[in-house]
């Protein structure tokens, strides 16, 4: 089956240490996004890919980056992990051909946690 | 800034019981809008979506939302809930001029007892 694939499922770092996050998808959609959730929170969009268009928030914190090598692939960076920055990672994909009308299709989510 | 409200963050009801979930959202301009669920240790996924027509828009399992635009609602339905309706319920907007940017409610809990 087509789908988005993340890992690792669960992730713990050291306060400071920097920590990457993968993405992969098999569905060929142009776009890629990663979300950040809090508990009890809306997930709340930090960047996205257009093929090879970055696209950050404004909001989106330095300490966040993101690659995407290939079609397949995007990764999460984050330089010097915070205790605020436990959170569920979510990885999603999007055909591109809506824009605005598009269905995201989700990874299952990292969990990274920060001690 | 656009922003979307979920009035209940959890719902428990009795099988059979219908459900309305509330979902407000705030842009005066023309959106497209979202209905994502979550089942229990499962990805979330697409449950309904509207963008034009009828504002009375069918998904999945049985669910319904209706787009009422003076009320800037997008009010999710069930007339019977099963237990495997059991998930978490988020509530999604696009506009138009967005580009590829959703927002995100913070979600509803649904607990349907046997």
């Known amino acids: 089956d087509a789908m988005v694939i993340q890992n690792p499922r669960y992730q713990v770092t050291q306060f400071g240490k920097p920590v990457t996050l993968s993405c992969s998808q098999t569905?060929?959609?142009?776009?890629m996004y990663w979300y950040q959730q809090k508990s009890s929170q809306a997930p709340k969009l930090l960047f996205h890919?257009?093929?090879?268009?970055?696209?950050n928030e404004a909001d989106t914190p330095d300490n966040f980056q993101s690659r995407r090598p290939n079609t397949s692939f995007c990764f999460l960076d984050i330089r010097s992990p915070g205790l605020g920055d436990a959170a569920m990672y979510l990885c999603?994909?999007?055909?591109?051909?809506?824009?605005?009308?598009?269905?995201?299709?989700f990874g299952p989510g990292t969990r990274l946690t920060v001690l | 800034a656009q922003s979307v409200s979920q009035h209940n963050h959890h719902v428990i009801l009795s099988e059979a019981a219908s459900l309305e979930l509330g979902c407000n959202y705030s842009?005066?301009?023309?959106?497209?809008l979202f209905w994502y669920v979550q089942y229990p240790g499962q990805h979330l996924q697409l449950l309904l979506k509207y963008f034009s027509g009828d504002p009375l828009v069918k998904g999945i399992k049985g669910f319904e939302a209706e787009f009422i635009k003076s009320k800037f609602s997008f009010n999710l339905r069930k007339p019977s809930v099963q237990w495997s309706d059991t998930a978490e319920y988020f509530c999604a907007v696009n506009a138009n001029t967005g580009g590829f940017k959703t927002i995100f409610g913070a979600g509803t809990r649904l607990f349907v007892k046997a």
């Open positions: 999603a994909t999007s055909s591109g051909t809506g824009v605005a009308t598009d269905t995201q299709y």
């Open positions: 569905l060929n959609h142009n776009v």
């Open positions: 890919y257009y093929d090879k268009d970055f696209n």
């Open positions: 842009y005066g301009g023309t959106v497209n």
